[in-house]
């Protein structure tokens, strides 16, 4: 059976003048799970919050199966980006919403102890949960929130903190339980790379409003004719990108982290563009690490944590942006 949830002409205010979240129409449903993706501060949680009504919107409506989200408590799992347990030891801190709706033990244990090898929480069982390591502790809340098979399961950046084999341990288990139960499923993450890997539907999400293009490396500028056929604009002072594009006028474009190419120097590969520029963060991904250089205008790179140890990148190093014109996509 199709579940939905609809957001109406949603409009939250937080601070006015500062940031608003806005969104006219959304209608997700349990066949997919979906995943709002974007930038620290774009609204990823109060989105999610405002679908779990914890918070409530100034504006507009949020409905499940076209009716107002009364009723449903028991049967919305949520991970907030702060989740708390309770001062118990492992097994009964995941046991524990089993137990509250009086299922009976032999059928909690077996629940309690296959929920727990998913998420590789299994030599923890015993432990009080005040003598786990975050990481850990982030772990047990999921664990505690899937056992329970909600029909609406809404996830606040679940793998932040976590390292890289359990994030993958996290998204296999939230996979196995959306094929197995098909709940509503929303996730939230910073991680684009994650997106993809858990979904196909990204909402993307920007200074608190939904966008039809991903967020990263999106530029804005007058496309420029150059004597080889290609168009060029100017993403920074002295920086050009060269595409292909019949289009005229002002554009945007955007290119895919994925696709470009770190060097140390510039190197003569068939990639016409070359961006140089400093190294501001590097942030892990599972098996790839997401670097944003400053090449003027900040530009992210996807490359893998071997590409990233073997080049020796630190922080402050100047490295060299590659993309072929095909890279780049015209909006
Ligand atoms: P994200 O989860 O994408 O990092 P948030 O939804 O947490 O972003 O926050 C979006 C914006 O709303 C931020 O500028 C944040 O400071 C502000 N904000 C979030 N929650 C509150 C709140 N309870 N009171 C005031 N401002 C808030
Ligand atoms: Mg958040």
Known sequence: MIHSVTLKNIVKIYNPGLFSLKVDKLNLTNDRIHVINGPNGSGKSTLLNLISTIEKPDKGSVLFNNEPLNG??????????????FNLTVFENVALGLKLRNYPR?????????????????????????TLSGGERRRVSIAQILVLTPRILLMDEPTSNIDAQNIFAIEEAIKQIHKKFAPLTIITTHCLNQAFRLS???ISITDGKITDFLHENVFFGEATKTNEGLKTIKIAKDKEVSFITEKQGNIYIAIDPQNIIISKNIVPTSARNHLCGTVEKAEFCGPCVRLLIDVGAPLYATITRQSFK??????????CASFKVNSVKVL
């Open 310 to 319: 073997e080049l020796g990148i630190n922080l402050g190093a100047t490295v």
């Open 106 to 130: 032999s059928k909690i244990t077996p629940a309690v102890t296959k929920m727990m090898q998913k998420l590789k929480i299994s030599h923890l069982s015993d432990r009080g949960v005040k």
């Open 200 to 202: 196909s539907n990204i």
């Open 72 to 85: 449903l408590g028991k049967k919305i799992g949520v991970l907030m980006q702060k989740h708390y347990l």
